[in-house]
């Protein structure tokens, strides 16, 4: 991570909590005010355009946090298990891609859930016509996935020809063909000159199979693309805003803001952290290093090491974590930095690399509100649903 991150992330008071004595650590913190600011901020950015946004599930996980998105007449979701699926349900949603291909009985689970909330528009994945066959006579919709080099799931953008034979099939189905799903989150870590190269010439690509398409009488409702890294990237490229589909962005990290999102996003879309982790400071082992309690099984280590930034502690390096310990470095600094010596039983405040599997390693949540614990909320979405009541309802 750069040293623009440190930079960012010095010391807000409006992060610290008044009473902290009886909470145990590790704690996820997640503030609404800052929420509340991110989505303002992203809301500005699409000129206000809530319709055009459809955040991803993984990341908000909270009810809590779906409402807030609710209230500011965000209505789409995306989303990658049932459990997400059936919360954004509850949630208010009124229109939720499925964004990661289910085979089974998880696609019977969605087929089920769809029943449930007729007043929801479900849609899901496709890039064969196995996936095809498990949605006939179902009223969920259909996504033709499109792989935009990352390789882990759709159609390879080269293969036009494969995309319309899909989507004729599709439609002779009697499902509903919703459009086409472009994540392009291999270039999370590319530099911005680089990125918008490639992402640019990606979105080229995509626009001419959407043109195949309805060159071919198939008109394409939407075009679903980007998360945060690609964000920027998705709103300067004009043949995207000038399609005849509707297209929309999905950052999700946006929401409560990580210490790779911060570094990548541009400092102007004025973002700010609103999930922290607290920890506590457990060890002194030796000289140079402290420990506190925030391992991988707190903070996810999946973005690599350091797996986060302490707030307003510039000296201290987060090191490779075990799963409850994160031994700290405690390096020198600038002369004119002011930081306070660091002891065992100190209360840190840890921003994550990356939030998403960070808020999952939690099953509760403390909402703080100029420094008091406002609730604690269940993180709705964690994990999966129970595999025999998924089961029981596929059965039934």
């Excluded at 689970?109 to 064969?128: K, Y």
């Excluded at 001419?208 to 964000?231: K, M, N, R």
């Amino acid at each position: 991570m750069s040293q623009y991150m440190l930079s960012q992330l010095s010391w807000d008071p409006r992060y610290r909590i008044s009473e902290t004595e009886d909470v145990l650590t590790p704690a996820l913190v997640i503030y609404p005010d800052a929420i509340a600011s991110n989505i303002e901020r992203t809301l500005h950015l699409l000129n206000g355009d809530a319709d055009r946004w459809r955040v991803h599930i993984k990341t908000a996980k909270l009810a809590r946090t779906l409402n807030m998105l609710v209230e500011r007449g965000v209505r789409n979701f995306k989303c990658a298990t049932t459990l997400e699926l059936l919360v954004g349900c509850q949630s208010g949603a009124t229109d939720i891609l499925l964004a990661y291909p289910v085979m089974g009985a998880n696609a019977r689970r969605t087929r089920e859930i769809a029943e449930q909330f007729p007043n929801v528009r479900i849609s899901a994945l496709a890039e064969n016509e196995d996936h095809l066959q498990q949605w006939h006579g179902s009223r969920v919709g259909i996504f033709l996935d499109i792989n935009p080099g990352m390789n882990r799931t759709g159609i390879e953008q080269s293969h036009g020809d494969q995309v319309l034979s899909l989507a004729r099939a599709t439609i002779a189905a009697g499902l509903a063909f919703r459009g086409l799903h472009y994540y392009d989150g291999q270039y999370g870590s590319v530099n911005a000159a680089e990125r918008i190269t490639a992402t640019h010439r990606g979105y080229d690509r995509l626009l001419e199979i959407a043109i195949q398409l309805e060159s071919s009488s198939i008109p394409v409702p939407e075009v679903s693309t980007s998360g945060t890294p690609t964000f920027p990237d998705s709103l300067s490229h004009e043949g995207l805003s000038r399609g005849n589909f509707r297209h929309r962005v999905s950052p999700g990290m946006v929401v409560y803001g990580d210490a790779s999102s911060l570094a990548t996003l541009p400092a102007d879309y004025g973002y700010r952290a609103a999930a922290l982790v607290l920890t506590r400071v457990v060890s002194a082992p030796k000289q140079g290093t402290v420990t506190c309690d925030a391992g991988h099984k707190a903070v996810s280590a999946d973005a690599g090491v350091p797996t986060c930034v302490v707030v307003g502690h510039p000296e201290l390096t987060p090191l490779s974590p075990s799963e409850e310990h994160l031994p700290l470095a405690i390096k020198e600094v600038a002369s004119s930095t002011k930081t306070t010596p660091v002891k065992v039983g100190d209360l840190l405040y840890l921003v994550p690399r990356h939030v998403c599997p960070t808020v999952n390693n939690f099953d509760i949540a403390l909402f703080v509100r100029n420094g008091e614990i406002e609730s604690t909320e269940k993180v709705s979405a964690r994990g999966h649903e129970s595999l025999l009541r998924a089961l029981a309802g596929a059965r039934s």
